[in-house]
């Protein structure tokens, strides 16, 4: 009987040890998930007071250099490669013959017909001589006349067909490709190589709508890359985009004829628009999520302040302020990333 009851109490007070455990741990955890207020902790920023700073008329942009144009060389007839003077990397002219369909049947059906033609030339003659005899018929006159020039026809396009067997290239540049080789069969419209123009490079740059306006085709710009750090290339407004896109920018497109940078390139294009002046400016830095959703953060009495802005041209590292900002006004360039709406802060420095 006593050991039955020492076994209850042990298992009871065991049951009461991993009670109290659980309880314990159970208060830990539920401590661990409350949510802590952190808009009262002091976020350490870096800020800087929005100014009317000068504008000089220049107005530089990044963008990017493509090819001015790429063309196929394709045939337009069937037949098979003859010839094909063309490697990936060979350098061809407009309008150059790269290479040939064999033509071999086409010559001598061209001959035949050649041949067709004299005869008929001779027989034209014969009947009308006769029919000015009264020894032949005029039927014999016209059909002769007829069958001349039906034949001339076919010899045309013969001709024409011989020609359409020429492989040529459609613009000058350089082949990056090649699909076929001679000895291959081919149908029309098949795609033989691509060539690429290389020598005219155009750069693409996006234009805010203040300044598009003051753009005009063929006017100049200056255009620099880090490839080339010492060199200044100039380019010629070719294309403007007649709309713009949901940021209010327009595509602007400038010539190059430089056969020193390759497309793909990044480099940076220089706008003088003229018209000094003193515009208000802000760092770009201070954009939290760049230009394509301008808001920043505003300094009040050391708390965080969203601001939704509006933004113009931009102005080596600063961005010109339309709206939403009034000079004197303070904005975070340093630190936003551990800020919310509200946030209370403290400055570390003031540029």
């Given at each position: ?56 008329g220049k107005v530089v942009l990044p963008a990017n250099l ?277 946030s209370s802060i403290v400055k570390t420095s003031n540029k």
């Amino acid at each position: 009987m006593k050991k039955s009851i020492i076994i209850i109490i042990s298992v009871v007070a065991v049951l009461g040890a991993i009670g109290f455990t659980l309880a314990r741990n159970k208060k830990k955890i539920d401590a661990n998930k409350v949510v802590v207020d952190r808009t009262k902790i002091p976020v350490s920023v870096a800020t800087t007071p929005v100014a009317y700073q000068d504008f000089d008329g220049k107005v530089v942009l990044p963008a990017n250099l493509e090819l001015n144009s790429e063309a196929t060389i394709a045939v337009g007839i069937q037949g098979k490669i003859e010839k094909l003077a063309i490697e990936v990397g060979s350098r061809v002219a407009k309008g150059q013959v790269i290479g040939t369909l064999d033509s071999r049947l086409k010559q001598l059906n061209l001959k035949a017909n050649e041949l067709t033609l004299a005869k008929l030339e001779r027989d034209l003659q014969r009947n009308e001589d006769l029919f000015k005899g009264n020894a032949g018929t005029e039927l014999s006159v016209v059909n002769g006349k007829y069958d001349i020039e039906n034949t001339r026809i076919q010899i045309e396009q013969v001709k024409q067909q011989i020609t359409d067997g020429n492989i040529i290239s459609p613009i000058s540049g350089i082949v990056t490709s090649r699909k076929l080789m001679a000895g291959e069969f081919v149908s029309p419209g098949t795609v033989i190589a691509t060539v690429v123009d290389d020598a005219h490079l155009k750069a693409v740059v996006f234009v805010n709508e203040k300044d598009v306006y003051q753009l005009r085709l063929g006017q100049k710009a200056s255009i620099t890359t880090d490839v080339f750090p010492t060199k200044n290339f100039t380019g010629n407004v070719k294309f403007i985009s007649p709309k713009g896109d949901e940021n209010h920018n327009y595509r602007v497109e400038l010539q190059l004829n430089t056969n020193e940078l390759k497309a793909g390139t990044y480099v940076m294009v220089a706008f003088d628009l003229g018209g000094k002046a003193r515009v208000l400016q802000i760092p770009k830095l201070a954009l939290v999520e760049g230009i394509k959703n301008p808001y920043v953060y505003v300094a009040e009495n050391n708390v965080a302040k969203i601001r939704k802005i509006t933004v113009g041209r931009e102005i080596g590292e600063n961005i010109e302020v339309v709206g939403g900002l009034v000079a004197g006004e303070e904005v975070v360039i340093s630190g936003q990333i551990n800020l919310t709406d509200g946030s209370s802060i403290v400055k570390t420095s003031n540029k």
